[in-house]
């Protein structure tokens, strides 16, 4: 998007809600987000009523767009800093915000972009110690460090979850299968294992990342120049200490923007932000009790 044209819709609170709405309806035609019912009408004061389920709604409601309570016009200046690759930190002045509303927000917006994934599910449901940012639960020990593997295939890459592997069970084929190791900070990647060219967690002071064994210098991914690695090695860099919870919003952020990388971003973020927040991501109680489960 242009600046020009952003510059024309930061200018009204309306104008930057209109652009927003059409990516919350995109046939045109609002519909119950309660229900799905089709038929929903418009109350006077611009609320949409469902003759089905009684329910009443904004056009934003339930969406990444409506937590953190940021207006239309703050979301767009800042999904164009985001585009930018603005911190936080350099953010919030720009804004006129907190750091803390826009750290929220900057959370929502990687969750959202999390949850656009084919294994949102997955991450969500199984909490993979994930930072739902929402003051979720305090992860376990269960699936504390989530491992993924890394495939890069003709310019896209895939970042997939590996829901039964471990990172304890990294560092034992390192151990014992001399699977190389690399570590970046807290952040450790192995050679090419199976079918993907690396597999990829982000330890802390719990697991004992000082005895990696690290045999020869650099992973497969680090030999492949104008690859994925390279590009989120230098961006990962610059996250100073990123945690084990924060650790899958930041790569499934590098994994959109690599994939995405010579788009425009802001309908792509618009998009993201202004879907339906998916029901296993709203409770994140659920999580506790599937994390106690898990740990009989
Ligand atoms: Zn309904």
């Known amino acids: 998007m242009d600046l020009i044209r952003l510059e024309q819709l930061v200018r009204s609170e309306k104008a930057a809600k209109a652009f927003f709405k059409r990516f919350c309806w995109p046939d045109g035609r609002p519909v119950c987000v309660k229900c799905g019912h089709e038929k929903v009408y418009r109350l006077g004061d611009q609320r949409l009523r469902c003759p089905a389920c009684r329910y009443t709604f904004h056009d934003l409601s339930r969406r990444w767009i409506s937590s953190g309570g940021l207006s239309c016009r703050d979301w767009l200046r800042l999904l164009k800093l985001f585009e930018l690759g603005l911190t936080a930190n350099r953010m919030a002045p720009q804004l006129r915000l907190t750091y803390n509303t826009v750290y929220k927000a900057m959370t929502n917006l990687r969750l959202a972009i999390l949850a656009s994934g084919l294994d949102a599910n997955q991450l969500f449901s199984s909490c993979s110690g994930l930072d739902l940012g929402q003051g979720g639960p305090e992860p376990g020990a269960w699936n504390r460090y989530p491992v993924f593997g890394i495939i890069e295939k003709q310019g896209w890459v895939f970042i997939d979850l590996l829901p039964n592997m471990r990172a304890e069970t990294v560092l034992h084929f390192n151990l014992n299968f001399s699977l190389k190791l690399t570590r970046l900070g807290n952040i ?16 802390d002071d719990d697991l004992p990342l000082n005895y990696v064994n690290i045999r020869g210098k650099g992973a497969y991914v680090d030999s492949l120049k104008g690859s994925f690695w390279n590009y989120a090695r230098a961006r990962l860099k610059r996250y100073n200490g990123v945690s084990p919870r924060r650790f899958p919003l930041y790569l499934k952020e590098l994994e959109f923007r690599y994939n995405h990388r010579d788009q425009d971003l802001i309908p792509l973020l618009s998009e993201r932000l202004c879907a339906q927040v998916p029901e296993y991501a709203q409770s994140p109680s659920r999580c506790v009790a599937d994390a106690s489960v898990a740990n009989q």
């Open 188 to 203: 450790v990647y192995t050679d090419r294992y199976q079918r993907y060219d690396a597999l990829i967690f982000c330890g």
